[in-house]
């Protein structure tokens, strides 16, 4: 099987996985993007959880958060798209995976990718590089991916 390479760029507000990497980055490749809304502490927390009563008497205190309502949501934005890249992994759609992401995303990525899409990660940079156009994107992303010394060949 011909290898495929695919590119998840990520961050904790939107995600763009490229699809087909080429070493001609001047190639127009297709894109899956993913977005969720970017939420402050403050606009979290404005929902408070509220207020609990006392077994015993008349008294009630404020009800704390379970967890980081922050960490929480990006957890749950990492988790869409690996659910997303997990179903095109079982369908074949591609053969090795490049990681790209802010490093709190990308440490979240590792701790939560599954076995079977882990071992086809073939590299990972620590950087936020959404801010790029997509031309320039795909061009940091071929270069980074296709480095010298690559093991793949000119079979990607």
């Known amino acids: 099987m011909k290898d495929i390479v695919w590119a998840l760029v990520m961050n904790s507000t939107q995600a763009r996985i490229i699809k087909g990497i080429t070493k001609n980055a001047l190639e127009d ?8 809304d970017h939420k402050d502490l403050g606009e979290i927390m404005s929902d408070k959880p509220g207020r609990s009563f006392a077994s015993v008497g008349s008294g009630r205190s404020a009800m704390e958060y379970a967890s980081d309502p922050v960490k929480d949501a990006k ?28 490093p709190v995303i990308l440490g979240m990525l590792r701790d939560d990718l599954p076995a079977d899409l882990s071992a086809v990660v ?19 992303v071929s270069e980074f991916v ?3 010394g690559d093991a793949r060949g000119s079979d990607a």
């Open 29 to 36: 490749v297709p894109e899956l993007v993913l977005e969720t």
């Open 122 to 140: 073939i590299a990972e940079m620590p950087k936020n590089l959404l801010h790029e156009r997509p031309q320039a994107l795909r061009q940091i």
């Open 75 to 102: 957890r749950a934005f990492v988790a869409q798209a690996i659910t997303l890249l997990h179903q095109h992994f079982v369908k074949h759609s591609f053969t090795h995976l490049a990681i790209i992401a802010e």
């Open 146 to 148: 296709f480095a010298p």
